[in-house]
């Protein structure tokens, strides 16, 4: 079971945090902190995993970097890191085709939109889809339905079809 | 970028943003934050606020509590906005809440009712969206409000709800398997639903299920391999592929499964033979994901029931995996390489090279994992070489958690597979110092032991040597700064009981070096209480030995601290300490003799040797003894009496014998405990953390007219036997003279200690064969790797490897378990099994589990029956417990105690040799029927507490 997916910056300021399991937000930012430590201690040109006991008992992490964000999922050994590795490909795929060339500003400015399609990707602590193209078809479904009330209009951003949730 | 308000959000929240941004400091984003949390906590409560706006708010709140503030005020705002009819606002309540509520925060039960209406909506999008929160929100309690509308869910003819619906389950099944466990059913059928989506959502469920329980699912193998198949084969839409490869997760959750089912199961792995082939051969080995299910098909060849063909396609694949230059192939194939190597145990001769360069490697990841690979293959012939190697990286990492496992992982090959026990001091003597209080204090007891017990071979030289180094290697350490409490206590122990015991070191620098220890370490009252007692073996020996000895003034000022300590244990030591000042030599040496350490104390539950006693009692007209169960009131009285008889009115020792052994025996020693037994209570101390003998001022008599026996005797000590388990070769074993002959041979005393000798001359010879380290990476490979002797299985399986021996070695075990196990019952001396304290983790540790679980390591094996014979030969000497007794308590016995060592000198002195266990006085006659009872497979026992409460209830 995937245990969390975080996105942090290179200064460490998270962007997005999502817990599959609940934890109080002291034990969110302290995990944080501490993943924040041991990415930031990684050589470049070394796996893209790490155990470390930080994370609870017999889980493990991948992280993955974008740019200025580092891509963290915590997992326990029900998964499979490479896998993992090609999931949070799937993540940004996806993210690049909603915003078009997603940058970290906007994932800070949408990150409720973010966490939507993170709710397509994984769901309750699993994998349920693997196609970026679905993921977007599920969202453009959403967004369809939003336009009906028109109770809110809204500026859209430069990428059709879509407004902060 | 941001403050072109392009995002949709209003200006407030990109300043915000943009402000923390460039926030310098974590102290000045807290106040920015604060602020905000101020500017939102009065606006969000104003009347009438625009639904926009609150929208915005409850995003503002998700940020700051993302930020690691809390935004607990305005959660409740956060459920109102579910329940808002624009699925806009909606979907924003339902993602603020499930991240900021858990399951059991008291406003769930405020958005139960909004789920269930959301549930049945005719808007797919907002069942979805229910769901969603379904997975996350809803806990034991509530399941039953729910669970009824999502079960009828999973028949909606979108398969996105049907998904969703089969994951909503799938958590209330993790929450709660009971209030789901009549509807299990429902994931088998939907495995069957016609959107492989679906159907993959069923895999989770199903995947715990049978990590839960294996057996209900066997039926559903043929199924599994099917989809297996047909995904694999391309069946489904084009847009489940990922990369060309068809719905990976979907094949890596199947193969899991797969792995599970197959386990130890022929018929069923047999069945996945053809599809797992398949898809490794068609897997793509230049994509990432391709080599996912590549390594998932490895675990699977790994885990199910072995075949050959998949077996070799799998090292292939791993080979690769480790030629690669991808580190995360590396170490995917470090992995698999630590999983196939259970089942061919040579496969890692080919990858030695790669795997030295993953040692070596920056990496700390792949590091680590080779280390745990190279735990899983250490073999006698590679241990000195991979120990050192963990060692070294154990020293150079802060991470306590790994360091703790490093730690017990390298006490736990230095235990199992150490080529010489002055090696295995020195190893212990690392691991200690770097992380002392990190590993378990078995740890500490298990190496005091092997010091005690030495090589357990008639080569006296070697254990002095062996003693000496150790004192040394002490007397070097102990002047370091803050050294790890259970190091002390091994430090101080060893100190007392050998540090003068060569001569090299005069007992007042010895006693000084302990002093300083007490005084440095003065908040650690186990350590002190080691050290006093150290101290005071010190003294005795040099006064026993006839020499002036004479306590240094730190000596004698600690103790007056430690007389007035609060703790009582150490007040005692201190007392005691006292009153052995003013004993003579001969006393002294009865109460601590030199290198009695490896004495065993027995305990005789049935008291036999009270049997003349109790009968001459009754002659006299005495009352029999009533069983206290069939006892009334009339206890009471002669409880009172022996209570008055036995009040003893200082703290000094007592040597009296009792008069009369009574159901109660009252003590006012502190540590002594009671432990009332069905006819007469043994009374031992149980003083924690002293491993030495003690001086046992409140023993009970054990009557002198049956000394001879010995059987009575019970003295506080390291208990020693078996602890040859650990060491050695395999050669061991290979002594001709089986353990029967042993068995025969150890009644007459004397042969059987020459017989143990030849036995025990035999293992030296491969330890010098053993491999060196070498800077070179081949030299270390074949360090590594070289030795022929295929490793045996740790602990669980404990299937031997091919070594020639092991058929002999295994029969050899048994023959030996057999007379160790059965006679249990014959005996009457009850004895409790030997305590775990000291076997580590060696599940077979006692004797009698050989004879069930023969454990066909073969090293185990050759040392059972040695140590068997050692503590027989050893325990044949009676300790000197009831001689101490006898001594005061009884003048008569004088005369014949005198006698005792002269009767040591012949009979004793071979076992000596043998084990060096021996010391203390001891009669001819308890020779052979102590080696008898041994024979028969009692266990001497230790004053372990636990231990007792097993043995008496």
């Known amino acids: ?165 | 970028m941001g403050s072109q308000g392009g995002f949709g959000q209003s200006k407030e929240f990109l300043d915000l943003v943009k402000s923390i941004g460039e926030a310098r400091s974590k102290s000045e984003e807290d106040r920015i934050v604060l602020r905000e949390i101020e500017t939102l906590k009065r606006r969000i409560n104003e009347p009438d606020i625009p639904k926009r706006k609150m929208k915005e708010y409850i995003i503002r709140l998700v940020y700051i509590e993302m930020l690691g503030h809390d935004a607990s005020f305005g959660y409740i705002h956060a459920v109102k906005m579910t329940h808002d009819d624009s699925i806009l606002l909606k979907r924003t309540g339902y993602l603020a809440v499930t991240l900021f509520l858990n399951e059991d925060h008291d406003l769930i039960i405020l958005i139960v009712n909004t789920i269930q209406k959301d549930l049945k909506s005719d808007n797919y999008l907002v069942v979805c969206t229910a769901l969603n929160a379904c997975c996350k929100l809803i806990n034991e309690e509530t399941i039953p409000a729910v669970i009824q509308q999502v079960v009828e869910l999973l028949g909606h003819p979108k398969e996105a709800v049907r998904k969703k619906a089969v994951m909503a389950l799938h958590s209330f099944h993790q929450r709660s398997p009971s209030s789901v466990n009549h509807l299990i059913s429902n994931f088998r059928k939907k495995l069957s639903d016609n959107d492989p989506g679906v159907m993959g959502a069923t895999l989770f469920p199903l995947y715990d299920l049978i990590t839960i329980d294996v057996n209900p699912h066997k039926d559903l193998v043929a199924s599994f391999v099917n989809i297996l198949k047909q995904v694999a084969e391309r069946r489904l839409p084009k847009n489940y592929d990922y990369h060309q490869t068809p719905a990976p997760f979907i094949q890596i959750k199947l193969l899991k499964i797969l792995a599970l089912l197959g386990s130890g199961d022929k018929k069923s792995s047999e069945q996945m033979y053809t599809v797992i082939g398949d898809i490794m051969r068609k897997s793509d080995t230049a994509s990432n994901i391709g080599n996912a299910i590549l390594y998932e098909c490895i675990c699977c060849i790994s885990s199910i029931q072995p075949s050959p063909k998949l077996l070799e396609t799998a090292a292939d694949a791993i080979a690769n995996f480790l030629k690669s230059d991808s580190h995360n192939l590396k170490y995917m194939g470090i992995d698999t390489l630590g999983r196939l190597i259970r089942i061919s145990p040579d496969i890692a001769e080919q990858h030695q090279i790669a795997v030295i360069d993953c040692l070596e490697d920056p990496d700390d990841t792949l590091k680590r994992k080779t280390f745990e690979l190279l735990y899983k293959m250490t073999k006698s012939s590679n241990v000195e070489v991979i120990v050192d190697r963990m060692i070294d990286y154990m020293i150079s990492i802060n991470d306590n958690h790994y360091k703790t496992e490093t730690a017990s992982r390298c006490v736990e090959l230095a235990e199992q597979f150490a080529p010489s026990n002055h090696w295995f001091i020195q190893t212990m003597n690392k691991v200690f110092q770097h992380a002392g209080d990190l590993v378990n204090p078995k740890v500490a007891h298990n190496l005091m032991r092997l010091i005690a017990e030495g090589f357990g071979e008639d080569d006296d030289m070697s254990d002095s040597q062996l003693r000496l180094s150790a004192v040394e290697s002490y007397l070097k350490i102990v002047d370091e700064p803050k050294l790890p409490s259970a190091f002390l206590q091994v430090i101080c122990w060893v100190l007392g009981e050998y540090g003068t015991a060569d001569g090299k070191y005069s007992a007042s620098y010895i006693s000084g070096k302990l002093c300083d220890v007490a005084e440095a370490y003065s908040s650690d009252d186990v350590v002190k209480a080691y050290a006093v007692t150290a101290l005071m073996k010190v003294y005795c020996f040099e006064k026993a030995a006839g020499r002036k000895a004479s306590l240094l003034p730190e000596c004698q000022s600690l103790l007056e601290v430690l007389s007035a300590s609060h703790s009582s244990d150490l007040q005692q030591r201190a007392y005691e300490f006292q009153a052995i000042l003013d004993l003579d030599a001969n006393a002294i040496e009865n109460i601590m003799p030199l290198d009695a350490s490896c004495e065993d104390i027995e305990i005789d539950k049935s008291l036999s040797f009270l049997d003349n006693y109790v009968l001459k009692s009754l002659e006299q007209g005495a009352e029999p003894y009533i069983p206290e169960s069939e006892r009334s009131g009339t206890l009471n009285i002669s409880k009172i009496r022996n209570h008055n008889a036995y009040e003893h009115p200082t703290h000094s020792l007592r040597f009296e014998a009792y008069e009369v052994p009574k159901p109660v025996v009252p003590t006012k020693i502190p540590s002594t405990v009671t432990y009332p037994t069905d006819i007469v209570p043994v009374t031992v101390i149980v003083s924690e953390p002293s491993y030495q003998p003690s001086v046992q001022p409140s023993w009970p008599l054990v009557p002198v007219s049956d000394a001879g026996s010995g059987s009575g005797s019970t003295e506080l000590k390291l208990r020693l036997d078996g602890v040859q388990k650990k060491w050695g070769k395999p050669t061991y074993s290979s002594g001709a003279s089986s353990s029967i002959s042993n068995f025969e041979s150890d009644r007459t005393t004397v042969n059987g200690a020459t017989q143990i000798n030849t036995l025990i001359s035999k293992p030296r010879e491969p330890r010098q064969s053993n491999v060196e380290v070498s800077e070179e990476k081949q030299k270390l490979a074949a360090s590594l790797f070289g030795g022929k002797t295929s490793r045996s299985k740790k602990k669980q399986s404990g299937g031997a490897a091919g070594h020639s021996k092991v058929s002999r070695t295994t029969n050899h075990g048994e023959d030996k378990v057999q007379p160790a196990a059965v006679p249990v019952t014959v005996t009457t001396a009850v004895q409790p099994p030997p305590p775990d304290l000291l076997d580590l983790g060696e599940p077979a540790g006692d004797t009698s589990s050989y004879s069930s679980t023969v454990d066909p390591f073969k090293q185990l094996e050759g040392l059972v029956d040695l140590s068997q014979d050692v503590n027989a030969t050893a325990s044949a000497t009676t300790s000197n417990g009831p001689d101490l007794m006898s001594l005061y308590s009884d003048a008569d016995l004088n005369g014949s105690l005198n006698q005792n060592p002269n009767a040591m000198n012949g009979s004793v002195n071979p076992s000596k040799k043998t084990a060096s266990l021996t010391k203390g006085p001891s009669l001819k006659d308890a020779l052979d029927k102590d080696a008898l009872v041994r024979q028969m497979g009692v266990n001497p026992t230790s004053q372990n507490p636990n231990l007792f409460s097993d043995l008496l209830g």
Not at chain 1, 24 to 38: A, L
Not at chain 1, 69 to 78: A, P
């Open chain 1, 1 to 165: 079971m995937i245990r969390a997916v975080i996105v942090i910056n290179d200064q460490g300021k998270p962007r997005l945090v999502k817990f599959y399991d609940y934890q109080p937000v002291e034990k969110q930012q302290e995990i944080i902190r501490n993943v924040y430590g041991v990415l930031c201690s990684r050589a470049e040109n070394v796996s893209n995993f790490v155990q470390d006991s930080t994370f609870g008992p017999d889980t493990r992490l991948v992280y993955k970097t974008f740019a200025t964000l580092f891509f963290i999922v915590i997992f326990d050994d029900s998964e499979n890191e490479l896998a993992i590795l090609d999931l949070m490909q799937v993540f940004v795929e996806t993210l690049d085709k909603c915003f078009g060339n997603v940058c970290e500003l906007d994932i800070v400015f949408n990150f409720n939109k973010v966490h939507t399609i993170l709710d397509e990707i994984i769901l309750g602590g699993q994998v349920v889809e693997m196609s970026s193209s679905e993921v977007v078809k599920a969202l453009d479904d959403i967004t369809r339905l939003q336009k009906n009330p028109n109770s809110i209009v809204r500026v859209p951003k430069s990428i059709s079809g879509w407004q902060g949730r």
